[in-house]
């Protein structure tokens, strides 16, 4: 890495001087993007000059960076608290939008420094709107990373990696840490879903993504479909480390499914049911307690629970689900004998309130949707609670994995989930789950397995089954025998 810090003062000088150009054109403002330039290059070099400061760094500081919500980024949060157990000090950088888990909180190992979203200007032209926020983001990070305790490792989440990853590597360079990428996903293919993937600020995002990419010094990715594809098209050379569930994602036993219930059933009506008799009979859709021996049990005839998170984006279509639910439905109403259904649709996202107006103008008598935000200490409950899980996620890229999958198996929550490239690395057809590739066959799927619900001896069954018989590795298993061996190779 060394022989690259020759490079960290040219690129930021490119990259600082191409805002700089921009702005002069676009605005005839050039002077304030040249005093810009001016301070950030007499930072960077005083950085430099200090540079010698990097052979006191310790070994057990790391920082793990995401550009986004840490509460929204699982991965990154299981990452800090692994290094912490290792003995390590974390300093967790990210946005505060989302609580982070408990696990992280209340951890005397991890630190948050919290970094402001950058909103930009709103006035200009769009190109200049957009060169302006990542200038402005681009000194906000290399500020902050410039502030923390000095880390022997700095392991960034990508995407998004504009500019996270040009700025994370030149810090990197002048501290003397080193870089560790971990591959989600690839960020121009995100961005493509929007402005289409000839758009040139599409074209400039791959190429920024595959230049600074090859200057980390390890690369973790989530599926040896996207380890394959680093190497070929990138030459990047890459570590799989699978997504694995926590132990906190496991199955729900009936009292912690009749809390959780009875919790949402203050806000949420599918899941209320009223008392029978006794007004104060503690009673939800799902189950009831007990009264001779204070426990849960499950209600006669209660309908089925199916599930589905999503952060609400592009690359899930949910109108896929919807349609299938109305099939369902019809099945009902031409005489099929299945139980009825209550959907659970979990999360948060720019396209939610869309999908709401679209459920209010469906009328169900056999299905009912809810659309719940959950804390994050409830969302492995109810995981551990339903009898069915639907995954929409198509990967931009082909190449990611979607981790709520990997959660529900946790819970031993069979899947239906959507088609695409990579998809079989997770799910197998007929083992674990159903792979689907539009409504009517996702329809179908739900007609099959809930035929006989909630028998013990149907396809639904054998597949829950099949997943506790599995013993999947857990995540902490897996960062000891992946991570792990990284870091002690370099001391």
């Not at 919500?69 to 000090?89: E, L, N, W």
């Not at 994370?168 to 591959?183: E, M, P, Q």
């Not at 309130?353 to 804390?375: A, D, R, S």
Request: hydrophobic content about 40%.
């Amino acid at each position: 890495m060394a022989d690259r810090g020759y490079f960290a003062v040219p690129v930021l000088v490119l990259l600082l001087a191409a805002g700089f150009v921009c702005g002069y054109s676009l605005t005839r403002t050039g002077l304030v993007w040249l005093v810009v330039l001016a301070v950030a290059l007499v930072f960077l070099w005083l950085r430099a000059r200090l540079g010698s400061q990097a052979s006191n760094a310790s070994s057990l500081n790391v920082c793990v960076l995401v550009l986004g919500d840490i509460g929204r980024s699982p991965r990154m949060q299981y990452h800090s608290v692994s290094f912490g157990k290792h003995g390590y000090s974390v300093t967790l950088v990210g946005f505060l939008g989302t609580k982070p888990h408990n696990a992280v909180l209340d951890n005397e190992k991890i630190k948050i420094v919290p970094i402001s979203e950058v909103r930009g200007l709103t006035v200009g032209p769009a190109i200049f709107r957009y060169v302006a926020k990542v200038i402005l983001q681009s000194l906000q990070l290399f500020y902050v990373l410039q502030k923390i305790d000095l880390p022997s490792y700095v392991l960034m989440q990508n995407p998004p990696g504009l500019p996270s990853i040009a700025v994370t590597w030149a810090v990197c360079v002048v501290r003397g840490s080193k870089f560790v990428i971990d591959w989600h996903n690839y960020g121009y293919t995100i961005m493509g879903l929007t402005h289409g993937e000839k758009h040139p600020i599409v074209q400039i995002a791959k190429w920024y993504e595959k230049f600074f990419g090859r200057f980390s010094n390890h690369n973790l990715c989530v599926t040896n479909a996207m380890k394959e594809d680093l190497q070929k098209n990138w030459s990047i050379k890459a570590t799989t480390l699978y997504d694995k569930p926590p132990s906190i994602f496991k199955e729900a036993v009936l009292d912690d499914q009749h809390r959780l219930y009875m919790k949402l059933a203050k806000d949420y009506s599918p899941f209320r049911r009223e008392p029978v008799g006794d007004p104060t009979e503690e009673r939800t859709a799902f189950t009831e307690l007990d009264p001779s021996t204070r426990t849960a049990r499950h209600v006669t005839h209660r309908p089925a629970l199916l599930l589905s998170s999503t952060s609400w984006t592009e690359d899930e279509d949910f109108s896929i689900l919807l349609k299938a639910l109305e099939d369902y439905e019809q099945f009902i109403n031409n005489g099929a004998t299945l139980p009825l259904l209550v959907c659970v649709i979990t999360g948060r996202g720019p396209l939610k309130e869309y999908y709401k107006t679209q459920i209010n103008k469906m009328h169900f008598k056999h299905v009912q949707i809810c659309t719940p935000w959950l804390e994050a200490e409830d969302y492995p409950v109810l995981l551990g609670s339903a009898d069915l899980g639907v995954c929409l996620h198509k990967s931009s890229s082909g190449l990611d994995l979607p981790m709520k999958v990997v959660d529900m198996f946790g819970c031993c929550l069979p899947v239906c989930a959507i088609h695409f490239k990579c998809l079989h690395e997770l799910v197998k057809h007929e083992v674990n789950g159903l792979i689907f590739k539009d409504s009517q066959e996702l329809a179908e799927q739900l007609k099959t397995l809930l035929a006989d619900f909630p028998s013990t001896h149907g396809k639904l069954s054998t597949f829950r089954r099949n997943l506790r018989e599995s013993r999947q590795l857990r995540w902490d298993e897996s960062w000891d025998r992946t991570v792990l061996p990284l870091l002690t190779a370099d001391t």
